[in-house]
Each structure stands twice: as structure tokens, then as C-alpha cells.
């Protein structure tokens, strides 16, 4: 699987984007998807992600209400609708897919997106 993170830009404080992760291979339906983002300086962290079976969502808590994410397994592809946005969010934004139960071991990475939030 091969995954490939887009939709970063430059946006002022409460504002929007929205990342897509287009994954490209087979059985990307078969994988749990999600997001972590790495700040200058700081370790790379869970954002968010989604199970492949029944679809459960988890969130970090600093951005529970504001994110949103979402997959389309017809289109193979996954989004992170971010609203709200706070200079705390600015970080690089990676993808990945992950076939077992934990979120802190992908199988796959995306290249990231850098996410630049202005106040």
C-alpha cells in the first residue's frame, strides 16, 4: 500500500482544511487508517484514525470537536476535515495504515502535509 497525503496549506486561526490520504495497492479497505502530526521540536503524536471493521473513530483529545475523519473505501481514499484551527495545529501531517490493533505501529506512511496555522 502506498499512501499519498494532500490538502496542507497556510491558514489563519479558525480556519479550515481538509487533508485527503489517496492510497493506491489493494485491500485498502482491509487496513485501519489514521493521522498523526509532528510539530518542530515535538514528537510525532495520534490524531486520529478509523477501523477498518466496524468503522470505530478514535481521537486525540486536543483535537476531539474540531477534526473530523472520514474514509471512502470506493474511492480509496481517507479525509481529515480540520475546522477551528489553532496555531497549536501547525505540524507536518502524516497518513497511515495500520493492520493491527495499535495505531503506534502502521504498516504504512504517508509523506506528510505541512499544515500551517497563523495567528
Known amino acids: 500500500v502506498q499512501l499519498q497525503a494532500s490538502g496542507g496549506g497556510l491558514v489563519q486561526a479558525g480556519g479550515s482544511l481538509r487533508l485527503s490520504c489517496a492510497a493506491s495497492g489493494r485491500s485498502f479497505s482491509r487496513y485501519s487508517m489514521g493521522w498523526f502530526r509532528q510539530a518542530p521540536g515535538k514528537e510525532r503524536e495520534f490524531v486520529a484514525g478509523i477501523r477498518w471493521i466496524g468503522g470505530s473513530i478514535y481521537y486525540a483529545d486536543s483535537v476531539r470537536g474540531r477534526f473530523t475523519i472520514s474514509r471512502d473505501n470506493a474511492k480509496n481514499t481517507m479525509y481529515l476535515q480540520m475546522n477551528s484551527l489553532k496555531p497549536e495545529d501547525t505540524a507536518v501531517y502524516y497518513c497511515?495504515?495500520?493492520?493491527?490493533?495499535?495505531?503506534?505501529?502502521?504498516?504504512?506512511w504517508g509523506q506528510g502535509t505541512q499544515v500551517t496555522v497563523s495567528s
Open positions: 497511515v495504515a495500520v493492520s493491527g490493533s495499535s495505531w503506534y505501529n502502521p504498516d504504512y
